[in-house]
């Protein structure tokens, strides 16, 4: 076996613990709401407004908010985004156990590679203050060239989403776009 001389050092690999230092991102990301309350005007979407800031905060230019009822709607929403390349595609909301949470199971079907340890991680911070967060059950990877996470449709959930995907997110495409590790 051939032996490869490491090129990375310790310090590439730690965390970024200042969020102005983030890279900048480039390409495009789409917020899916999953609430048919907040669909038909009943109920106000207090989740997607800051998933749209923080993304434009990183750079993103063409950040769109969508709004859906839960169930197949979900689907085809992620769909045409995953159909017309969004780099970026995160969902709120449908990631609980009531009847009509199926955020999970419209997002399954067009997942080509999974990226369990990103959920577990949002999943294992939620608990850290509620062990409600435990019932989520969204679901993170690639579709063709769109990397789609399941966030759960609560502030808090969102807030410990953010706090995972945002040291990684920048990696990730340039994975996705056959970059090396430096």
């Not at 509620?130 to 807030?159: H, I, K």
Request: glycine share 12%; with cysteine.
């Amino acid at each position: 076996m051939k032996q490869v001389p490491s090129r990375r050092t310790d310090a590439d690999c730690s965390a970024r613990e200042d969020a102005a230092a983030a890279p900048a991102l480039h390409g495009t990301a789409r917020v899916v709401i999953a609430s048919t309350r907040a669909a038909d005007g009943t109920y106000e979407d207090r989740t997607g407004p800051t998933l749209v800031q923080w993304l434009r905060g990183r750079g993103l230019d063409a950040v769109e908010r969508q709004v859906v009822s839960d169930g197949p709607e979900v689907g085809r929403a992620l769909a045409a985004a995953i159909a017309e390349g969004t780099d970026i595609i995160i969902t709120s909301g449908g990631t609980g156990i009531s009847p009509t949470d199926v955020t999970p199971e419209q997002t399954a079907p067009l997942i080509d590679q999974e990226m369990p340890g990103i959920l577990e991680e949002v999943r294992r911070r939620g608990a850290e203050k509620t062990a409600t967060a435990l019932l989520s059950r969204g679901l993170a990877g690639m579709a063709g060239r769109s990397f789609v996470v399941n966030l759960p449709g609560s502030r808090g959930g969102v807030a410990d989403g953010i706090s995972v995907l945002d040291p990684i997110l920048d990696h990730l495409l340039e994975q996705r776009d056959g970059g090396d590790h430096a």
